[in-house]
């Protein structure tokens, strides 16, 4: 065995031993399991599941070859890095490859994760990225938890349960808004479906509560106005639900109802070809990756009509859609404008 054969397998085992305190109290005899799998029922994109059975991780114009890439190498903070730091490409990779042979690549992946950041908390264990992760490694669990290596399953499940406390702990610390929401999104959703969680999940509850108040107009919208965020909104909202019927667990009626109004007000923003409105710096987006978060999140509600804080108002007549803002700017950019003297802007922004 080579000497960094040697020393991965040496962090997969420190790995699956789960923390010291909790082997000393006995809490760990037994292997940590996932009570329950959500389903996903968002349709990925096949051909982004495709480039990555071939190597190729793509985020709009970029590009990097997974052949022998290194998250330690990789960071956080750019788009690029994000969405690969966070597995939302496994729901792409479900659409492209059966379990089998998806499996291989997902573990893979997983397995180069832990090697690079499970032993130690660094800047991938930022808490919306554990969020993110979360959600989508309980949702897509058969394709990183398939191998027969139960050294490997252990280290993957333990890191998970850290990184629910890791983001418990440090959630609110996250701006308000989409992040602080996926993260504590990502707390609930491991409640849920880790072994011994249900206990923690009235607390996840009460924190993503007071982050969807900061974080929502009480039309729906978010305080960013970022139309490209908010399709986000609904998708960790989505997946947060499918982890509630997966454990058999009643959705609490608050977080039903801020689902269904951020719904509302991300059709408010579609246009007639299916794409998004675009405002704040986001673009258009997809047709077919808007149409299936809205078909597959198990969510109906009609497009916003009358817009407050989201501030926009729909237009629609004989086919044509059209969509206006009629609202100052977000609270975040005007405090952006506000260190270049644009005080008034935030002043008006704020009160809104």
Not at 164 to 172: G, I, L, S, Y
Not at 296 to 306: E, S, T, V
Request: hydrophobic share 45%; net charge positive; glycine share 12%.
């Amino acid at each position: 065995m080579s000497s960094d054969r040697a020393a991965e397998r040496a962090v997969v085992s420190k790995l699956a031993k789960g923390p010291l305190l909790s082997r000393l109290l006995g809490a760990s005899r037994q292997p940590l399991k996932l009570v329950a799998v959500p389903r996903d029922h968002v349709q990925g994109d096949r051909r982004r599941g495709d480039g990555l059975l071939a190597g190729r991780f793509t985020y709009g114009s970029e590009q990097i070859s997974l052949t022998d890439f290194d998250f330690a190498e990789l960071g956080v903070g750019d788009p690029l890095a994000d969405q690969l730091q966070g597995f939302s490409w496994l729901r792409d990779l479900s659409a492209a490859a059966a379990r089998e042979k998806g499996a291989r690549f997902g573990e893979a992946i997983a397995g180069r994760w832990l090697l690079a950041h499970g032993t130690r908390v660094d800047d991938a264990w930022r808490a919306d990225l554990w969020g993110e992760r979360i959600l989508f490694w309980t949702a897509y669990a058969p394709y990183i938890l398939s191998s027969a290596d139960t050294g490997y399953r252990s280290a993957l499940l333990n890191t998970l349960a850290r990184g629910a406390r890791h983001a418990d702990a440090t959630a609110d610390k996250m701006p308000a808004g989409l992040k602080r929401i996926t993260a504590w999104c990502g707390v609930v959703a491991a409640g849920l479906l880790v072994q011994g969680g249900v206990p923690r999940v009235a607390h996840g509850e009460a924190g993503l509560a007071r982050a969807l108040a900061t974080a929502q107009f009480d039309d729906g919208g978010l305080i960013s106005r970022s139309p490209e965020e908010q399709m986000l909104l609904v998708d960790r909202l989505g997946l947060l639900r499918a982890a509630y019927f997966a454990a058999r667990q009643s959705l609490p009626e608050g977080i039903e109802a801020a689902a269904a109004a951020a719904l509302a007000a991300l059709h408010g923003v579609t246009m007639g070809d299916g794409t998004l409105s675009s405002w704040q710096g986001g673009n258009r987006g997809e047709a077919a990756r808007l149409t299936a978060l809205i078909e597959g999140c198990g969510l109906r509600a009609r497009p916003l009509r009358q817009a407050r804080g989201w501030g926009y108002q729909r237009l629609s007549a004989l086919g044509t859609i059209a969509v206006v803002d009629a609202a100052p700017p977000p609270w975040c950019a005007a405090r952006r404008s506000d260190r270049r003297g644009g005080w008034s802007a935030c002043r008006r922004g704020r009160r809104n």
